[in-house]
């Protein structure tokens, strides 16, 4: 639906343009945390599972409140939830940047989840009210360009901050982007409000909270356990398996609220249309993949390579660089001829780069042998976004805006969750098992009496939590105070060594799984239905025909 007054107020471009600032400030964060990671494990004396809860406390808290902040922006208008949002989001980055503990700045992180939550499905919804159908492929382009500029200036502008300041200035740059973003906001966003109320489910908020938490946590922790017991009785085995019950009784408690007047968190009838339910699908193992290749690529480029964060940033911005120039090419063609062979030709691609990154990854690497890797792995990712949110949409009311939105990135989010937990969980296992393994194949370099210690330091590594930063490398060996300078540096010789070899092995099996997911996810494109080129599906468009504009601006 169009604004009915006149000048920029209103206006569907002019709101957009707006409500890609908050999507920008979102993005930032998810790569300018990335590129930094390193340095906040020094700085902090953070373990590695802890820079994965850094990174996994703001897209899990994401991921489980974005159906709920779909349905507060039906009750209380899509603007009115993303200034709050937004302003939620700005205040928690002031505090991640004045966080003086790793336990500090994960709290800080998850308040930043539950800001990014409530402002990101409004953004959708607003395009579904101001824009045709035949006209959102270039809305959502705009939202790719904006994605690119982004996953590049967050590499690039990180680094710069990392390198020339400190790791937390990352997030205080989102203070002016935050203020700005809400002035202008309420200037030129109109006030629209749906055309009926809707209830919470506090109960299914609650059990779907539950069951991230608990997967999530057994995921990243479990290395740190050894897989067994975390306290009492309580084992990391049993912390998944009362995630999956939790899931299945949020699903069963969901059945249960699909008829009459309660309203459930996943309304069953949106997946009846097959395309949403595949772009749901895909849009999960899409995180999945992405999450899963950027925070091993990150320590293995400064932590192994050698480089700051700055030419690590620089190295990787092709990959966003060549996303943000095909983007608007993109939405323009989703619009004349479908997404399907578009979505299925940008997953493949992406798997195709990071495949060959994998190939292409060695310890005497450098990022310009990356460079072929990270320019098909943007071509791919261009060729993504656009087409997945026009086929997923296409055919949702207008009515059923905020909760289809919310239910989309929601499965997204919680793509980046599983993908970041499960990647770190099997690259923390790898990790341990290279480690111990390269080890004990360089301990014979080191005088006698110090090969033991030597291996069991590195032994005990998984178990006290794997510290991957700069200057992090040692293992468990500590020398006396009198030891000989020249046994100091064959020491930290061969101890670099062994964390250079161990971990590029632990990445390049790791990365594993986010390629095959992502190969799935291409060949699920297959069952996509193709829509007609220029407008929406049928059912849609009968749908609209039936139920006209349910959006009205409030008074």
């Known amino acids: 639906m169009t604004a009915d007054r006149p000048g920029l107020r209103g206006n569907p471009w002019a709101a957009l343009t707006v409500l890609s600032l908050g999507l920008f400030m979102t993005l930032l964060d998810v790569t300018i945390v990335n590129i930094a990671i390193p340095q906040l ?8 599972d802890e820079a994965l809860w850094v990174v996994n406390a703001y897209v899990l808290m994401l991921g489980v409140l974005l159906i709920t902040a779909g349905r507060l922006g039906d009750l209380f208008g899509p603007r009115n939830v993303y200034v709050v949002g937004t302003a939620l989001f700005t205040v928690a980055s002031a505090a991640c940047g004045l966080a003086q503990s790793p336990q500090q700045l994960i709290a800080a992180r998850a308040v930043q989840g539950v800001g990014a939550a409530l402002l990101t499905p409004q953004s959708l919804t607003i395009v579904l009210s101001l824009f045709p159908p035949e006209r959102r492929g270039a809305a959502f382009a705009v939202n790719g360009i904006t994605a690119g500029v982004a996953s590049l200036a967050g590499p690039t502008l990180g680094g710069l901050i990392v390198t020339h300041w400190d790791w937390r200035g990352i997030f205080f740059v989102n203070l002016p982007v935050g203020v700005l ?8 966003v109109p006030d629209l409000r749906p055309g009926r109320r809707h209830r ?15 997967i999530s946590f057994g995921l990243i922790e479990g290395q740190r356990y050894e897989w067994g017991q975390v306290w009492s009785f309580v084992s990391i085995p049993l912390l998944l398996a009362a995630g999956v019950v939790a899931l299945a009784l949020f699903a069963l408690q969901q059945r249960g609220r699909q008829t009459g007047d309660r309203e459930p968190l996943v309304p069953f009838a949106l997946f009846r249309d097959r395309n949403y339910t595949l772009g749901n699908v895909i849009a999960g193992a899409m995180q999945l993949g992405m999450v899963g290749m950027f925070l091993p690529t990150t320590i293995y480029m400064q932590s192994v390579l050698g480089y700051d964060a700055l030419t690590a940033g620089l190295f990787s911005a092709p990959l966003s660089l060549v996303a943000m120039v095909l983007a608007p090419f993109v939405g323009r063609a989703v619009d ?31 990022g310009w042998t990356f460079m072929p890797a990270f320019v098909v792995a943007g071509v791919g990712m261009a060729c993504i976004f656009t087409p997945l949110f026009a086929i997923a949409m296409a055919n949702v009311p207008v009515q059923l ?20 937990a499960a990647v770190g ?8 098992g290279d480690l111990r393994e390269q080890a004990a194949a360089r301990a014979h370099e080191l005088p ?3 090969r033991g210690p030597f291996v069991d330091g590195f032994r005990a590594a998984g178990s006290q939590g794997l510290e991957v930063g700069a200057g992090q490398t040692g293992g468990g ?13 064959t020491v930290a010789r061969v101890a670099a060594d062994v964390f250079h070899h161990g971990f590029t092995a632990a990445m390049r099996s790791s990365l594993l799984l986010p390629i095959a997911v992502l190969t799935l996810a291409a060949l699920a494109c297959l069952a996509i239905r193709q829509a007609r080129p220029g407008g929406p599906a049928p059912a849609a468009a009968a749908r609209e025909r039936a139920e006209p504009a349910a959006a009205t601006r409030a008074p």
């Not at 020094?42 to 373990?47: G, H, N, R, T, V």
């Not at 001829?337 to 005497?364: E, H």
């Not at 805006?401 to 970041?420: F, H, K, P």
């Open 477 to 489: 060996l500590r020398l006396p105070a009198d030891a000989p300078v020249d046994v100091a540096r």
């Open 41 to 48: 494990l020094d700085s902090l004396q953070a373990s590695l």
């Open 336 to 366: 004349r001829v479908g997404g399907k062979w578009i979505l299925l030709f940008g997953l493949t691609a992406f798997a195709a780069g990071m495949a060959l990154y994998v190939l292409l990854a060695g310890v005497d690497s450098t």
């Open 200 to 214: 919470l489910d506090v109960t299914g908020v609650l059990l779907a909270t539950g069951a991230l938490s608990l």
């Open 181 to 188: 973003a809400i002035a202008l906001t309420l200037w030129l």
């Open 448 to 450: 006698e009496r110090l």
């Open 425 to 432: 969980a099997l690259l923390q296992q790898q990790l341990a």
């Open 401 to 420: 805006g905020g909760a289809a939105s919310g239910l989309l990135n929601t499965t997204r989010q919680v793509g980046s969750v599983i993908g970041g």
